[in-house]
């Protein structure tokens, strides 16, 4: 079983227009058309049996209506292997009743973006986020580290995350990009210790640039097969969940990056697809 734990989807009346202006802020090509029967081919392409969608609400007015579309989404596509997470939004005042509506839409978790929504992870508008959602047994998935649209910035550092585990205790928490995108030095000093869980979206490999002439080769260059068998030294295969962060990665080299690194079978099984469908309890 493959499980990708990490992609997007865009109404179709707007995805051509958000694909485009993604695209040429983080100066990377679209690997589908943003939609969801684009991801549904590319899942049919790939063999992926599932797939995590992960809405971002950017303002507090979008929080109710993705959740009751991710729950319509979830309840018309589950059957064809879509998993639609919810959202939370920093400034939302009502978080703990919409939380408890997420979890009775049986909606898996949430996903959060610091970097999007402006606000640092172990501030305590995020903080009483992740409280709550660890009371409801919520799953909460969130950017971590650099995003490549916003330069320099990081709202999701380790350092941040490991003030948010020791507040908040264990919890079904998923840090993204490899626990923090281009921070991997310090996610391995800071959190290898932690009960947190880990995804390969947008890390592996290299960043498949625009022709735009934008880039520098060595800013290309993302995690080594040498590089991630450290953090499967340090966290344990148990703790890393295969994603891809489609569109902005083609999933068959994706999963043909784990299938080919020095691992036994069953581990190599457990990233593709095992530990997510235990998290997932599928």
């Given at each position: ?23 040429r802020?983080s ?125 320099g ?27 923090g ?21 947008f ?48 999933a068959t ?29 599928l």
């Amino acid at each position: 079983m493959i499980i990708d734990m990490h992609t997007h989807i865009f109404p179709e009346k707007i995805s051509g227009t958000v694909i485009e202006k993604l695209s040429r802020v983080s100066r990377t090509p679209a690997f589908t058309d943003g939609t969801l029967s684009g991801l549904k081919k590319s899942m049919d392409a790939a063999q992926i049996n599932f797939s995590g969608v992960l809405p971002v609400a950017t303002n507090t007015s979008q929080v109710e209506k993705i959740n009751s579309s991710s729950a319509a989404l979830n309840e018309k596509f589950f059957g064809e292997g879509i998993i639609s997470f919810g959202c939370m939004h920093p400034d939302f005042t009502n978080y703990r009743e919409e939380l408890s509506r997420v979890k009775n839409h049986g909606l898996k978790g949430i996903k959060i973006h610091p970097v999007y929504q402006d606000v640092n992870l172990d501030d305590v508008k995020f903080l009483r986020i992740l409280d709550r959602a660890a009371e409801l047994n919520l799953i909460v998935v969130t950017h971590a580290g650099l995003d490549i649209g916003f330069p320099g910035v990081v709202r999701c550092s380790p350092q941040m995350t490991r003030r948010v585990v020791e507040a908040v205790g264990d919890f079904k928490f998923v840090l993204a990009h490899m626990g923090g995108w281009k921070n991997w030095d310090d996610v391995l000093k800071i959190l290898g210790d932690t009960k947190i869980f880990i995804d390969t979206s947008f890390s592996t490999g290299k960043i498949i640039p625009r022709n735009d002439f934008h880039w520098e080769e060595d800013d290309l260059k993302l995690l080594t097969p040498a590089q991630f068998m450290e953090f499967v030294k340090i966290f344990g295969a148990d703790k890393i969940l295969f994603g891809t962060d489609s569109p902005w990665t083609s999933a068959t080299p994706s999963i043909d990056f784990i299938k080919n690194l020095p691992l036994a079978a069953e581990d190599k099984d457990k990233i593709l697809g095992l530990n997510a469908q235990k998290l997932l309890e599928l």
